[in-house]
């Protein structure tokens, strides 16, 4: 499974909220790529400008990787104590970083904003 399916999964989350559209099909990820039903902590950090606009960590692997991300995601976008909930200007010009603790070890991805600012 690439980093970009990882990814992909932690922005749909958020464009669920903002979209108001639930666009996510759990069943079919978790046929496609298994792994995605193991349990494992992640931790999302979204930046904008180049600084953090919100943050969530899991402490300890409670749910699957796939529920993990998008629950993360969620919270790091509008439920950050930190900052106000996420509105879609800001979101297009959003950095994703994702970072997943496995058994194996931290594994960290991040993404591209949708749009350059």
């Not at 992640?42 to 943050?55: A, F, M, Q, V």
Request: aromatic letters at 6%; proline letters at 3%.
């Amino acid at each position: 499974m690439s980093q970009s399916v990882l990814l992909t999964i932690a922005r749909a989350s958020i464009e669920e909220v903002l979209q108001a559209d639930i666009s996510i099909d759990r069943t079919q990820l978790l046929e496609q790529y298994p792994i995605l039903s193991q349990p494992m902590a992640t931790r999302i950090t979204l930046y904008h400008d180049n600084k953090i606009r919100g943050s969530a960590m899991s402490e300890t692997a409670q749910r699957s990787l796939l529920d993990d991300i998008i629950h993360n995601a969620k919270i790091a976008a509008f439920q950050d104590d930190n900052f106000d909930p996420l509105v879609t200007s800001e979101y297009l010009h959003t950095t994703i970083k994702l970072t997943v603790f496995s058994p194996d070890g931290e594994l960290s991805h991040q993404s591209e904003a949708i749009l350059k600012s």
